[in-house]
């Protein structure tokens, strides 16, 4: 018999041990500064040279690269080596997930990556290290060596818009798992907090583990307050053994 599919929707809570402070969140640095939030908007990104040099300088020195996953990660990776079918979703940039040992094809990145950039003009994509290399080497804003066109970090700045094709896998996953376990998301920023939602109305078992309430915590049919880094591996341990 087939194991039910969990899927792990992932926010900035699971990589906070990690040293990865959350950006995005409501709550998040980048909207509470609306200098930094300017580097991480696609208009003035476009449009404006002196935003993309400091952009890269930002980027130089954002820890999430060096970052390095945590015991949240590796319990996913856990569970999918049980023989657990593991989709996930995450709204984090980090990499993380894939770099604690899941495989690539089972992570979906709602925001895109940050450790790939892209060129806005002809989509050709490279590593995030070697613009990096570049910008060391005395490249303020190094543009697309296919093309000359604007480079920018892979991930979905403010003002983009969502790819469509992991957006439409996220929703289908979302409305197959059994289980939905919401970690360390708000749960307040779309489609994030849509997709509990879709859960909990396909039947899934929607699972909440986060420090603070969500507006999801009344659908839940569980939620976990305890720290992430201890109480997700107990969860997902114990999914692993039960026919759930
Ligand atoms: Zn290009």
Known sequence: MNKPLVAVLSGAGISTD????????????????????????????????????RSWQQRRENRT??????????????????G?????????????HQLAGLPARKVLELHG?????????????????????RVEAGEPDPPCLECGGILKSATVMFGERLDPVVLGEALAITKACTVFVAVGSSLQVQPAAGLAGVAADHGARLIVVNAEPTPYDDRAHE????????????????LADSAF
């Open 223 to 238: 939620v976990v307050r305890e720290p992430i880094g201890t109480s997700l591996p107990a969860l997902l341990s114990r």
């Open 18 to 53: 990690s040293g990865i402070p959350d950006y995005r969140g409501p709550n998040g640095l980048w909207r509470r500064d609306p200098e930094a939030e300017k580097l991480v908007t696609y208009d003035h990104y476009m449009h404006d040279p002196e935003i993309r040099r």
């Open 84 to 96: 657990t079918p593991v989709r996930v979703i995450t709204q984090n940039v980090d990499g993380l």
């Open 113 to 133: 990556t940050a450790r790939s950039v892209v060129c806005t003009k002809c989509a050709a994509r490279g590593p995030m290290e070697d613009a990096l290399a």
């Open 65 to 82: 690269l060096r970052a390095r996953p945590n015991a949240a990660h590796r319990a996913v990776v856990d569970l999918e080596r049980s």
